[in-house]
């Protein structure tokens, strides 16, 4: 029951975040390909990766790596910005014009988190957080991301 739970919840979230994209279809604003939008995602999630660190998170070669990031680039969602230590590398780095794509589905979380808030108790919401802190930093080693700090 649990997981059915989880997965309509989850499900949810996704489904908000399709209908969104497929509304600016409609009035022709995106111009993301499905892929593109998985990239951009996990390059946000990684935070400043390199391309090298792009492509190993998902398992492809560094050059299609830079094809498929080049792609981006062009279309104004990510940019390189080399480092002031290493100056022979270069880390992704997403636009304001991503991150108004990426606001699509980032404002329903703040709604949904908002209404969580009003609805439950603050001890409640307060365990909730505690419980997704525990599923995301020890239930799921599996990925990692940058912004994550350890349970207290």
């Known amino acids: 029951m649990l997981d059915q739970t989880f997965n309509s919840v989850y499900t949810k979230f996704k489904l908000h975040f399709y209908k969104a994209v497929f509304s600016r279809f409609q009035d022709r604003e995106a111009s993301l390909t499905t892929v593109e939008t ?21 398992n492809i070669s560094p050059p299609n790596a830079a094809y498929k990031v080049n792609s981006l680039i062009q279309k104004g969602y990510v940019r390189k910005e080399q480092s002031p230590e290493d100056k022979r590398e270069y880390h992704l780095t997403v ?11 980032y404002g329903y979380l ?26 995301s930093s020890e239930l799921m080693p599996e990925i990692s991301l940058p912004a994550e700090s350890p349970v207290p």
Do not use: W
């Not at 636009?95 to 589905?105: A, E, F, G, V």
């Open 38 to 58: 998985f990239c951009m995602e996990i390059i946000m999630a990684l935070g400043r990766p390199t391309i090298n660190e792009f492509a190993r998170f998902v």
């Open 95 to 105: 636009t304001q014009k991503y991150i108004d794509y990426y606001n699509i589905s």
């Open 110 to 135: 703040t709604t949904v988190m908002e209404r969580i808030k009003h609805r439950f108790p603050a001890e409640d919401a307060k365990r909730l957080e505690e419980m997704l802190r525990i599923i």
